[in-house]
DNA sequence: GTTGAGCGTT
């Protein structure tokens, strides 16, 4: 389990020509160690191919990087985790099926309304009207607490519950859209993590507990001396964040690129891989089922540039159980704050329900 | 001396 959260070597496309191997460094040091930065070159001519690899000490540096596209040298770089390694990280839902919606409920609705459960990264409404939509939290623990509950919006009870990942879609080889940083993880290799029954250990046992108090403490950041991430969570969890190069800190941050930092949505199939098992072992509803296919379902669409929720800062995540608190130091960015109805057309009803009668999605 | 989706000579 403590391996799922080792770092990886990550593949940087979109290299200018002319970026040299110490540019390269020199850029991703400005987000923790770099252990290893190399172009790819034609070994004849020294030609750059325009890629390269680099290595991040911290996991923390390689979510924070994977979230976000990066100016270097003046081209616009993906950072993206090599098709070869893809396959060792693993994911955990956080998307969560919103049942009994009316259509007056809008995205923005359903966005202010979970975001004071923790950061909603993504709405979907499927269009037309189909009485349901999808809320995507940056933390997926936040979107396993509210499975099962019932929720009132704008007057109307709204039911939680698991979005079962479509089975058998596509996802298979070829990557789909991460274009805006979600996800890539799709390695068939990969099998389910354990089983429904597994360990089951790490989350708490007690569930989310609404909305942060006032004084609940908050791991975020506002200034706190450690920044804006989460690492005491994470140690929590088991994992050793070696050395915590912790460049990032509350407001401010160090690199130039500073825009985005705190209002991107951070990858949460990396950012979740610890809580795998554990969460499933939540999922109820699953329990009974197949094996679900990790490996899909839980991309966040096109685009997962989803503006920041309310530019806010996040709302600690209810120092509890809290996994991802790092994200938001208010002032939202300038992410794209539009989402929904960019999405591949769907099935028609009746033919996107699994056996359990859940709407699968894609 | 060009190029722009991709996937790593060692």
Not at 44 to 63: D, L, N, V
Not at 265 to 284: D, E, H, K, Y
Request: glycine share 16%.
């Amino acid at each position: 389990m403590e391996t799922k959260l080792r770092c990886t070597d990550l593949i940087v496309l979109g290299l200018p020509w002319k970026t040299t191997e110490q540019a390269l460094r020199d850029y991703f040091e400005t987000f923790g160690e770099v252990l290893m930065a190399q172009v790819k070159k034609d070994p004849k001519t020294g030609q750059s191919k325009g890629f390269g690899f680099i290595r991040f000490a911290s996991y923390e540096s390689q979510m924070r990087v994977l979230a976000q596209r990066h100016m270097i040298d003046g081209r616009w770089c993906d950072v993206k985790v090599p098709n070869s390694k893809e396959g060792l990280i693993q994911q955990v839902p956080c998307k969560v099926f919103i049942g009994r919606c009316t259509e007056d409920l809008t995205a923005d609705d359903l966005r202010e309304y979970f975001g004071k459960f923790g950061e909603v990264t993504d709405v979907f409404i499927p269009k037309p009207f189909r009485a349901f939509s999808f809320v995507t939290f940056l933390d997926p623990e936040v979107a396993q607490s509210l499975c099962g509950e019932d929720h009132i919006i704008k007057g109307v009870s709204v039911h939680v519950s698991n979005a079962a990942p479509k089975s058998e879609t596509r996802a298979s080889k070829h990557g789909y859209d991460h274009r805006g940083g979600d996800m890539r993880l799709h390695g068939s290799n990969r099998g389910p993590p354990g089983g429904p029954d597994g360990p089951g250990g790490m989350y708490p046992p007690q569930r989310y507990t609404g909305p942060p108090g006032p004084n609940q403490s908050n791991w975020g950041n506002q200034g706190g001396p450690r920044g804006n991430l989460d690492m005491p969570n994470l140690q929590a969890l088991g994992i050793t964040g070696q050395g915590g190069q912790n460049n990032n800190q509350g407001g401010c941050n160090p690199l130039g690129l500073g825009l985005n930092l705190g209002a991107l949505p951070m990858n949460p199939a990396l950012v979740a891989a610890a809580l795998n098992q554990a969460s499933w072992g939540l999922i109820g509803n699953l329990q009974n089922q197949p094996e679900p296919n990790f490996n899909q379902g839980f991309n966040n669409g096109p685009n997962n540039n989803s503006g920041n929720n309310q530019g806010g800062g996040n709302q600690g995540g209810g120092g509890g159980p809290g996994f991802l608190n790092w994200m938001s130091q208010g002032g939202g960015g300038p992410g794209g704050g539009q989402e929904s109805g960019q999405w591949p057309a769907r099935p028609p009803p009746g033919q996107n329900q699994d056996s359990k009668g859940f709407l699968k999605y894609d």
